[in-house]
Structure formats: C-alpha cells, structure tokens
C-alpha cells in the first residue's frame, strides 16, 4: 500500500503564491514510479490535471497554469512538490497529489487552497 500525504494549501491573496508538498511512503519493495503529480477539484467541477512529472523530469502541466506554477521531484524522497505563483480566484481548488505507477493510481487526501479577490 502507497500513502501520500500533502502539505502547504492554506489561503492567499490574488497574486500570491503557495507551495504544496506531497511524500510518498510505502513499505513495498521494488516500487516502481511512472509519474507523481497534482489534480485539482473546484467545487462542482470535474477533478483535473495541474501538472504531472516522470522519473525522468518530464513535466507537463494544463495550459491554465502554464507559467505559473513549477512541479518538482525528489526521487530519493519519494516527494513532489507544486510552486504556485500568480495565484487567482479561479485556482481555489482541493489539490489532490497523484501517485501512478505500471499498475495503479494513488491519490492523497487533498489540500485545499483558496485565493481571495
């Protein structure tokens, strides 16, 4: 079993920024990471991609981010992080830390971040 535990939402001003972290713990062995990443759900809305990164550092992110937010990875530590800047209204969201690998998804408990006007 994988465990993702994310950190960092919290409440911003138009304009600000916000870092999330999210660590993955497993007591497997021989676990195997295809990519870590972050989703967000917007009340009433679907959940989306934010942004994902392979083992590799291949990154990707959804065009409405794009310039404005930075993932990273600590392979040794099993970690991603999400740099948030410029942050507007429409970013309020749970974000949720992703976690696939060859066979299956994990997702975390998700963070919530609200950006006020």
């Known amino acids: 079993q994988v465990q993702l535990v994310e950190s960092g939402g919290g409440l911003v001003q138009t304009g600000g920024s916000l870092r999330l972290s999210c660590v993955a713990s497993?007591?497997?062995?021989?676990?195997?990471?295809?990519?870590m990443g972050w989703y967000r759900q917007a009340p009433g809305k679907q959940r989306e991609l934010v942004a994902t990164?392979?083992?590799?550092?291949?990154?990707n992110y959804a065009d409405f981010v794009r310039g404005r937010f930075t993932i990273s990875r600590d392979g040794a530590k099993n970690t991603v992080s999400l740099q948030m800047n410029s942050l507007k209204p429409k970013d309020t969201a749970v974000y949720f830390c992703?976690?696939?690998?060859?066979?299956?998804?994990?997702w975390g408990q998700g963070a919530q971040v609200t950006i006020t006007s």
């Open positions: 992703n976690l696939r690998t060859m066979i299956t998804t994990y």
């Open positions: 497993t007591s497997r062995s021989g676990f195997s990471i295809v990519t």
């Open positions: 990164i392979t083992g590799g550092g291949y990154t």
